[in-house]
């Protein structure tokens, strides 16, 4: 699993499926939650399709603010299971 496949992913899915917005152009390194785009339900939601689609698990305790606010953050965790 390379660093652009899951970007992509995970890029694709917060604009369609979470902020429901494709046309959304998600920087790498934008505060999503911070900024209001993503809630801590929207969080919920990725935890189930990160683990969905790459069988990767997030424990509840790394799905917070401070280790998930940015694709970059996200695609880090992804990529360290």
Do not use: C, W
């Not at 604009?15 to 494709?22: G, V």
């Amino acid at each position: 699993m390379d660093e652009k496949t899951v970007r992509e992913k995970l890029r694709r899915f917060i604009t369609h499926d979470l902020i429901r917005d494709p046309q959304y152009n998600l920087q790498d390194d934008e505060g999503i939650i911070t900024s209001g785009l993503m809630d801590s339900f929207s969080l919920a939601e990725f935890g189930v399709y990160v683990e969905q689609e790459f069988d990767v698990y997030i424990p509840d305790a790394d799905l917070t603010v401070a280790k998930m606010d940015t694709l970059n953050q996200m695609v880090a965790r992804v990529l360290r299971s």
